[in-house]
């Protein structure tokens, strides 16, 4: 499946605040932000955090075309220095866990 046909998969399948996710992270709700898209929202560790629809899309994407998806992926993908955020463990373990 395509990004955002994978996209579209994740907003059918996570609809119900708390549906565990891994370790004490929780599904809590798609928000939507001010460019119209909506965001997959969790809780755990750290305060509310969410992944943005782009990430999940280009990495579907990216996977898709044969690229390991790991933090690695972020820091060059999207240009990002250190990038240790647990939305992009949020991000992989979607990926690894509905493919």
């Known amino acids: 499946m395509t990004g955002i046909q994978f996209y579209n998969f994740l907003r059918l399948v996570y609809n119900l ?3 565990p996710l891994f370790g004490n992270y ?3 709700e798609w928000i939507l932000k001010p460019d119209g ?3 997959f929202q ?4 750290h305060p ?3 992944v943005p629809k782009n990430w ?5 994407d990216a996977k898709n ?3 390991r998806i790991n933090r690695n992926w972020f820091n060059n993908f999207y240009n990002a220095h250190n990038f240790n955020d647990c939305r992009a463990s949020i991000a992989i373990w979607l ?3 509905h493919d």
């Open 48 to 50: 509310l955090k969410s």
């Open 65 to 67: 075309a044969g690229e």
């Open 56 to 60: 999940i899309v280009d990495a579907k």
């Open 17 to 19: 605040n708390g549906q």
């Open 95 to 97: 990926l690894d866990n």
């Open 37 to 39: 898209t909506y965001s």
């Open 26 to 28: 929780s599904f809590r």
């Open 42 to 45: 969790f809780n755990g560790n």
